[in-house]
């Protein structure tokens, strides 16, 4: 197991750096959703090894995951922060390959790029309707209208996305390149999966030997931890680092709240006012509105709400 770690060093110290990235990356990210009022180059929001993130650059990876989700279903109510953090997640894996793509000095020719496109299409291509036949890729369409002159396909926007995949595809395949697998960790996998034991035992479920709590004090507890030291000591078993990000309001904020709060129904919002202090007071309560809300309409008036 210690030759097949060694072996593969390359990948746990890569697959380990693009994790510690990761998470640096999001401690960074504190103008993702709003934009960053000041401090800093206008528009940077995160930095990356060093390299910024703009504001536009992540809206733009944000509408990709919102158009691809909707492309299957609704979004759902609550939902904007996951995407928000998927949107970022896909930013920082992209970018952590692009800069590993320029260390690595990986290129692509425009002859691998029409290979990539005439042999191998993107999904967004393969699932398009006007190449598909009963539901599925229709290949000789899609050669059909790629050797077309009069198509009226954008297919220097499928080039651009192929020269931009495939360095990636280069630069996973360098790093699967370097894994091997030893006659141990085969033999480690065969026994896991293979290896069966004959056992006897006796189940019982707990509950069938109900204890009576109330006869069990503080003071039996502290005996017997302090009699039985040994059951509660040991080696740690967990680290834990917690990074916290306080998110103070600002003026945005509180600009947000003022409208939600003036789109809704003076009456409810009296209403509910009404019912609290009622609650609290233990008696009715309608002699005036609290400061700032407005008296209710009498009959045949409007609730015009001031603006």
Avoid: C
């Avoid at 306080?246 to 409208?259: T, V």
């Avoid at 129904?265 to 009404?274: E, N, V």
Wanted: net charge neutral; glycine share 8%; hydrophobic share 40%.
């Amino acid at each position: 197991m210690m030759q097949s770690m060694r072996d593969n060093m390359k990948v746990i110290i890569w697959v380990t750096a693009i994790v510690f990235l990761v998470g640096f990356g999001i401690l960074q990210l504190g103008g993702v959703l709003n934009p960053p009022q000041g401090g800093g180059p206008a528009g940077v929001i995160a930095k990356i090894n060093g390299e910024p993130i703009r504001y536009d650059e992540f809206m733009g990876m944000y509408q990709n995951v919102v158009n691809n989700i909707r492309a299957q279903r609704q979004l759902q109510e609550g939902e904007d922060s996951y995407v928000r953090e998927q949107a970022w997640q896909e930013m920082v894996q992209s970018r952590l390959m692009d800069q590993e793509i320029r260390k690595r000095n990986i290129h692509v020719t425009p002859e691998e790029v029409k290979v990539a496109v005439r042999y191998a299409p993107p999904p967004f291509v393969t699932q398009a309707p006007g190449f598909q036949t009963n539901g599925q890729f229709d290949y000789r369409k899609y050669v059909a209208e790629l050797d077309n002159p009069n198509s009226q396909v954008p297919w220097a926007q499928v080039e651009a996305y192929e020269a931009q995949a495939l360095p990636q595809q280069k630069l996973q395949q360098e790093i699967a390149s370097t894994a091997k697998v030893s006659e141990a960790d085969v033999r480690e996998r065969f026994l896991l999966i293979n290896d069966k034991l004959r056992v006897r035992y006796v189940a019982f479920v707990g509950d069938s030997f109900p204890v009576d709590t109330s006869k069990i004090g503080g003071a039996d507890l502290e005996t017997y931890y302090r009699s039985h030291p040994e059951e509660f000591t040991g080696p740690p078993e967990v680290r834990l680092q917690v990074a916290m990000v306080p998110r103070r309001p600002n003026e945005a904020d509180f600009a947000l709240g003022r409208e939600k709060m003036m789109g809704r129904s003076w009456r409810a919002l009296g209403d509910q006012l009404i019912a609290h202090y009622s609650a609290v007071l233990g008696r009715p309560w309608r002699a005036f509105p609290p400061p700032g809300l407005p008296a209710r309409p009498r009959a045949g008036q409007g609730a015009g709400v001031p603006r």
